[in-house]
């Protein structure tokens, strides 16, 4: 492949501290070693989401079929075969797996976190007879689906809760979370006409306000710890516990191959209603410790049990692992140890725990490798490690890492980085084309959140969620019936776009199209084990990727220079065995920035925000 950018990114001082001093390039000795020993010749045998590209697709921003200005189910299976056709033709992105955000019947509130019916799809999104034919056609290419459940909370629109709330003698009515509050301050003085107190100081992280909201008729608190129209639901009640089972069963019945669970972590409340300690950190913790509104030890029980509940739809999963139903845990913390856990120590529990880490990094290679070792140290043995650079809560990276000149040039650093690491890495949809965060002016909000939030959180979650950018029309192809989009679309959107970068050889669309296709072809990308050659310099990242006990699979070297400064002293970071081994063996360019592909090449000299990808056999 010849060279794919020519812009540089300049380095960036960072304060973070090393994670060692030592320049030593000893492989990992702890859990992480332990199941990185595959062979390439039992590839067949590794399950297919640890080998997997997911692609996360939020459906009101993907595609338009109809004019109403909202992406729908009909608009992804419109682009399937962009995303992948099934032959791995070269104008496929080549990704194995999607992640669809929710499109369950909903008031909007958050939309569609807010769920109202959990066996339906949304009208503004198409049929349930739709979302059947989209599973069938990403089947036949090969392509995977999960689904967003969202199961800590419901609508206050959804039955279960207009029923819970209709007399606190109704038979759902411990389907949910209630509690008649603290007597009022002064209430010896008021009599009862004063209302109770809020039970407890949990927050409800949308409202930046309490978590209790009064209910007139019954005279008693609901909790609603994202916002008053989401009640959250009462997980030690196993009536409701089995609906929830049942609604899992539902769509994997319906052929789904797994789940990302939304807010994993708060299923469980104390039994108790304590108030949670006050901390000095702000978000997402909002100065409290979540002791006693999250991460309660019950918690994992559930996970044990939908599981078990999952596993039950792939039985022979051990001998026939592409027939595995998946579990992926959005655990809202940002601590690794404690997101770790819900892999279960037996890895009983989420197949997957989300990896959140990188949303947080600064530019620098340092921190990047600081942040893998936490959670390749935090997670169990034979549990898998994944990555993601972007998401639809939080900014893209395109933006968080700009730069004047050398954006895109760092975009294809993370980007390399985000594919060959070891772990399964989630694309976020238009990454690929480098979309970006757009400023949204306060008379275009649609994020709830945002709304409330203004201007503390100027533009909400808005920026991140724009229309895709398919070509250089008006609407950028995202809907062609003329209707205004839900949200603004860049003006840049008429040179960045699907259609002009898929021509553009040199284009980032086919930076990804490449980097994703030699993670296929070279199968120790997936499944071999990672070295690193540095312990984490400011600008250099430097790791090996082998299989163990088979001598006929490559080596593959990874370098990525996160400075704007070329590096000529490459070779002094290294441990001495480390540089005798790239004397013994013959290296070749397999994929890079700079140079072109077959060259051969022994240590390098590393060029400003160059990506090299070098292999050896064996």
Known sequence: MQSTSSFYCPPVRTTVKQRSSALVTQPFTGSIVRYMSNRIRDLHKVPWWQRAVFYQIYPRSFQDTNGDGIGDLPGIIRRLDYLNDGAQNAASLGVDALWISPFYPSPMTDFG???????????????????????????????????????????????????????????????YLWHPGRPPRFGWLLGQRRRPRKPNNWLAIFELKGAWWWHRQTREYYLGTFTRSQPEVNWRNLELREAM?????????????GYRL???????????????????????????????????????????????????????????????????????????????????????????????????????????????????????????????????????????????????????????????????????????????????????????????????????????????????SPFAGFTEHGRRPWLPIPRNSVRRNVEVQRED???????????????????????????????????????????????????????????????LDFQRYLHPSERERFAERNWTVLFGTHRDAGNAVGLPTLQACEVLLLVSEN
């Open 113 to 175: 976190y807010d769920i109202k019916d959990y066996t339906d799809v949304d009208a503004m999104f198409g049929s349930l007879q739709d979302f059947k034919t989209l599973l069938t056609e990403a089947h036949k290419r090969n392509i995977r689906v999960i689904i967003d459940l969202v199961l800590n909370h419901t609508s206050d629109q959804h039955p279960w809760f207009i029923e819970a709330s209709s007399s606190r003698d109704s038979p759902r009515r411990d389907w």
């Open 245 to 257: 089972y049942d609604v899992m069963r539902f769509w994997l019945d319906l052929g789904v191959d």
């Open 262 to 472: 939304d807010v994993v972590n708060w299923f469980i409340k104390d039994d108790q209603f304590r108030s949670n300690p006050w901390s000095m950190v702000m978000s997402p913790d909002l100065f409290q410790e979540h002791i006693y509104d999250r991460n309660r030890p019950e918690t994992h029980d559930i996970c044990r049990r939908m599981r078990t509940l999952t596993d039950e739809y792939a039985p022979d999963a051990r001998r026939r692992p592409n027939d595995e139903r998946i579990l992926v845990g959005e655990v809202f913390s940002r601590n690794a140890g404690l997101a770790a856990e819900f892999h279960g120590y037996n890895n009983d529990e989420l197949h997957m725990a989300f990896n959140f880490d990188f949303l947080y990094q600064p530019w620098s290679a340092r921190a990047f490798h600081q942040s893998i070792m936490r959670w390749y140290d935090a997670i169990p043995a034979g549990a898998w490690p994944n990555f993601t650079l972007s998401n639809h809560d939080q900014p893209r990276h395109y933006g968080r890492y700009r730069k004047p000149l050398f954006t895109e040039a760092r975009a294809r650093v993370a980007a390399a980085m985000l594919l060959t690491l070891k772990g399964t890495p989630f694309l976020y949809y238009g990454e690929e084309i480098g979309m970006d965060n757009l400023p949204i002016r306060r008379s275009d909000l649609q994020d709830p959140f945002g709304k409330k939030t203004w201007p503390i959180r100027k533009f909400g979650r808005d920026p991140e969620r724009t229309p895709m950018q398919w070509d250089s």
């Open 505 to 567: 050889p040199r284009s980032l669309l086919n930076f990804y199209r490449a980097l994703i296709a030699a993670r296929k072809k070279h199968a120790v990308l997936q499944i071999g084990e990672i070295t690193f050659l540095i312990p984490g310099t400011r600008n250099i990242l430097a790791y090996r990727r082998d299989v163990q006990h088979d001598d006929g699979s490559p080596s593959i070297a990874v370098f990525l220079n996160f400075g704007l400064r070329r590096v």
